[in-house]
């Protein structure tokens, strides 16, 4: 599958969420990295159809998607967790993939049984498939999510934030689940949270303030911030050199250890180490800043 995203812009009366977006992506994990009102979820309610761009297109293997008849096209080759998603705490984890299979439009009852099988085995659930809802876990439920997802077999899987608040064992559960299926799809993957990106994505995109700071390799997106990452150590009571952004602040005997992302060397003593995910979005964050002052 390619997705080929061109130009797209779409504002909330003087809010404008997005100002114009161009990004290529092929099959395997994608992750769309941004902070809080970057405009992810906007970006993929649109990819899914649930809100029209003011202006630009999105191509699925060459038809716009945007309009009829691609959008019932895509409809029929995706699958998506939204990050606020409803659940029906009564309803069995079997009751409710069937409701959502019924919803996508999937007449034959026995084809849905099974089904909700697969989908079920694929999320780890099939021990579960008979308690209620209610009783489910933070990161059971958000499985049940990806389950109702992969209902129709999607080509393209669209998960929006399905990390957030959840314990780290779920979070690497849910992250490994999320590889698992892109060997064959496309899947992508929107957070805030870094560790997330590091750990499944070749490629992402960094949004922020609704425009793509970066789009390419996690490698290169690390790689552009070293040399900006300090090491600096202080004795207690001394306050850490203002202008560059710390990242940690770690106490040691005697003092603080912090680590420190800028230009330049905040101190003689400092010493630059080797660049994280985190850094480099610090860094990243950091340079976009300075463009738009
Ligand atoms: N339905 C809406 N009506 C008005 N403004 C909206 C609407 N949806 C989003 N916005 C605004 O558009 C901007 C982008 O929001 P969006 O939810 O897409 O960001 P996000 O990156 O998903 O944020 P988060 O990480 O908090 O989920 C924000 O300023 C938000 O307030
Ligand atoms: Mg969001």
């Known amino acids: 599958m390619n997705l080929s995203i061109h130009g797209i812009r779409r504002s909330y009366g003087r809010v404008h969420a997005l100002t114009g977006i161009d990004l290529e992506l092929e099959q395997?994990?994608?992750g769309l990295l941004g902070p809080n009102?970057?405009?992810?979820?906007?970006?993929?309610?649109?990819?899914?159809?649930?809100?029209?761009?003011?202006?630009g297109s999105v191509r699925v293997d060459g038809e716009d998607v945007t309009r009829e008849p691609g959008r019932t096209n895509l409809r029929r080759r995706l699958g998506y967790l939204p990050q606020e998603f409803g659940f029906y705490p009564e309803l069995t984890a079997a009751q409710f993939l069937d409701y959502m299979a019924v919803l996508k439009e999937m007449d034959d009852a026995s084809a849905r049984r099974r089904?909700?099988?697969e989908v079920l085995e694929l999320v780890g659930l099939s021990g579960d498939a008979d308690r209620k809802l209610k009783g489910f876990s933070g990161g059971m439920r958000r499985r049940v999510g990806i389950a109702q997802a992969?209902?129709?077999?999607?080509?393209?899987?669209?998960?929006?934030?399905?990390?957030?608040?959840?314990?780290?064992?779920?979070r690497i559960r849910l992250r490994n689940l999320l590889t698992g299926l892109a060997t064959d799809r496309l899947v992508i993957l929107s957070t805030h949270i870094v560790e997330d990106i590091s750990q499944t994505c070749r490629n992402l995109a960094l949004l922020t303030?609704?425009?793509v700071a970066y789009e390419?390799?996690?490698?290169?997106?690390?790689?552009?911030?070293?040399?900006?990452?300090?090491?600096l150590r202080m004795p207690d009571g001394a306050n850490p050199p203002a202008?560059?952004?710390?990242v940690a602040a770690v106490p040691e005997a005697g003092g603080v250890r912090y680590r420190l992302v800028g230009e330049g060397a905040p101190a003689p003593t400092a010493i630059t180490q080797p660049a994280s995910l985190e850094d480099a979005y610090v860094w990243h964050m950091r340079a976009k800043r300075r463009m738009c002052q």
Do not use: Y
Request: charged share 25%; aromatic share 8%; with cysteine.
């Open 150 to 170: 992969l209902l129709a077999d999607p080509d393209l899987l669209i998960v929006d934030e399905p990390t957030a608040g959840l314990d780290p064992e779920e």
């Open 115 to 117: 089904c909700v099988r």
């Open 37 to 55: 009102g970057a405009g992810k979820t906007t970006f993929l309610r649109i990819l899914v159809g649930l809100v029209r761009p003011d202006a």
């Open 216 to 231: 390419g390799g996690v490698a290169d997106f690390v790689d552009a911030a070293n040399g900006a990452v300090w090491e």
């Open 28 to 30: 395997g994990m994608f």
């Open 209 to 211: 303030a609704g425009e």
């Open 243 to 246: 202008g560059w952004t710390q």
